[in-house]
């Protein structure tokens, strides 16, 4: 198969996708159509709050760290919303219980201070990832940032930033935020992205969700 074959056999999949939702829409409840579409989570804003270089780990919160337990686990898979993918870079940031990051400078990227409740990892080879935290805590947007001056004041809801990446696929930054939070309707980021809501159930003393994410192929 040629690139032209391949492109065009990519292009009939998504249309066969978008098919399946529209036809299931007249005839299934919501929650099961969700279920069936497949598609590339979608990406988001970077956010001011990034810096490159996070430190390779997984339990992002000590026992030290105050706030609620959360874990976040879940698979990394290719468009096809079936095949893992091994070795993917999964990065990700938050703030603290109080919704304080550990740089309030916006723009940061390139600090290499202390990093705080920040850190990477690669998925396994059956394309899983899994985080320990805390909750993070709501923040207002700071006022006076530089295209979001609308924004400011803001209050935005529950968010971890993901940041997933892998050799053959196009990567993708995103917010993930939980159900139930007051905050994602009038959130201009969150209301945009409900494929990026999870709920959490509760787990020993604090809470737990999964979150899978899908890439797009390069190619
Ligand atoms: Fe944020």
Redesign the pocket.
Known sequence: MDKRQRLGAGLSRRRFLYGSAVLGAGFLAAPALAQQVCRPTAGDIL?P?YRFGSPFLAKLAGPEEAGERLVVSGTVLSEDCRTPIANALVEVW??NSTGQYDTQTPGNFTDKGNFHLRGMLYTDAQGRYRIETVMPGRYPVPPNLPGLEQYAGIT?PA?I?FRVMESLHVPVTL?LYFAGDPYIAKDPWASAHPDSVIALEAEGEGRRGVFDIVLSRGV
Request: hydrophobic share 10%.
């Open positions: 956010g709050y938050q703030a935005r968010h930033h917010q």
